[in-house]
Structure formats: structure tokens, C-alpha cells
């Protein structure tokens, strides 16, 4: 097995991006030519998606990122202030690798679901606005008030479903709702 091939059988498993990244190297091909050629694929569906642009707020659908490390990764990608849309069952959750990005991104938080407990204890101190609601029709016309010019409102939950709705589903929910507020806002 060559080194290529080694590296595309690894865990990770990141699609060509790494292969792509060390060959570039070998034929010293420049940064902006693979982010442009990298921005060209398509992105996974309910993954760092986005979905539209309402009243100059940004809406991006993360609704596959169930756990703690995938929404951490969402952030990193992020530099415009976040109303972020999290919650579901957090029973087996650890939120402490995410304290210092959301203190440093995240301008108001809602939280879907009946019971939020810990995904609120552990951002109180750090997120002013904080709320929590039953649906997600009602986290996106919260977040829509919330939200300013320029800000980007993500639903990223954090945790899997507390009701067995799948991230699909969550996903679709949040995206028709977001496009059915986009409708209303501008008839």
C-alpha cells in the first residue's frame, strides 16, 4: 500500500480534501486554488448548510451535528455574531469544550425541548439571552427577533432528538420554516 492509499483507508476518512491537500503540496499548488476548488463540492445535506438570507441574517441548517465535537467544528468555521438554536436530549452530553467558543461567538442561545437543564446550566454564565422553547417553528421566530443585521442564526443541536426525529427531519423542519418566515417577510 502507498502512502496515498494509506491515508485514504484511515479513519477519518475525509473525502479527497487530505489527498488533495499533501498532493497540492508535492506539486506546490497555491492555498486560494484549493479553497476555491474545495468551496466547489457539494456540501452534505444538514450539514453546515446553508439555507437562506432573511432581513440581513443568515440561516444555516446543522441539524447532523448530534454531539458536542461536530457543533464545536461548526464554530470554527463561523466569524459573524450567532444566535444559536441547540437542545434535545443532553443526558449524555458534555458541554465544556464548547464554553469558549460560545462565550466568544454566541450572542443569545434558544433551546428547544422540554428539558434543556444542562445545556442551559452550562452556558448561563456566558450567554445573556438565553431561552428556551417547545418547537422548532417557535426557536426560529425567536432567533429571527433576537438576530441583527449581519448576524448568522444556526441550528446546531448539539444532541440527538428527544423526540426520535431524526436530524433529516429536525433539518427539514427548520429549513421550512425558515423559508416560510423568509415568505412572510417579504409579501
Not at 136 to 141: F, L, Q, R, S
Not at 164 to 181: D, I, K, M, P, Q
Amino acid at each position: 500500500m502507498n502512502y496515498f492509499e494509506e491515508i485514504t483507508n484511515t479513519r477519518l476518512k475525509r473525502p479527497n480534501t487530505m489527498v488533495d491537500g499533501i498532493s497540492s503540496k508535492v506539486l506546490q499548488i497555491r492555498k486560494e486554488s484549493i479553497k476555491l476548488s474545495l468551496s466547489d463540492l457539494n456540501t452534505v445535506d444538514h450539514r453546515q448548510e446553508y439555507v437562506t438570507t432573511v432581513d440581513g441574517v443568515m440561516y444555516y441548517d446543522d441539524s447532523r451535528a448530534e454531539n458536542v465535537n461536530a457543533t464545536w467544528f461548526t464554530f470554527q468555521n463561523i466569524v459573524k455574531p450567532v444566535v444559536w438554536i441547540a437542545g434535545g436530549d443532553d443526558s449524555m452530553a458534555d458541554f465544556k469544550d464548547l464554553k469558549k467558543v460560545v462565550k466568544q461567538k454566541v450572542r443569545a442561545m434558544v433551546c428547544i425541548g422540554e428539558d434543556n437543564a444542562k445545556l442551559k446550566k452550562a452556558f448561563q454564565k456566558d450567554i445573556t439571552e438565553l431561552f428556551e422553547v417547545e418547537s422548532i417553528d417557535e426557536a426560529v421566530n425567536l432567533a429571527s427577533l433576537l438576530a441583527q443585521n449581519d448576524d448568522i442564526v444556526l441550528f446546531s443541536p448539539a444532541c440527538k432528538s428527544a423526540t426520535r426525529e431524526s436530524y433529516t427531519e429536525r433539518g427539514n423542519a427548520f429549513t421550512e420554516t425558515v423559508r416560510r418566515l423568509e415568505n412572510e417577510r417579504h409579501q
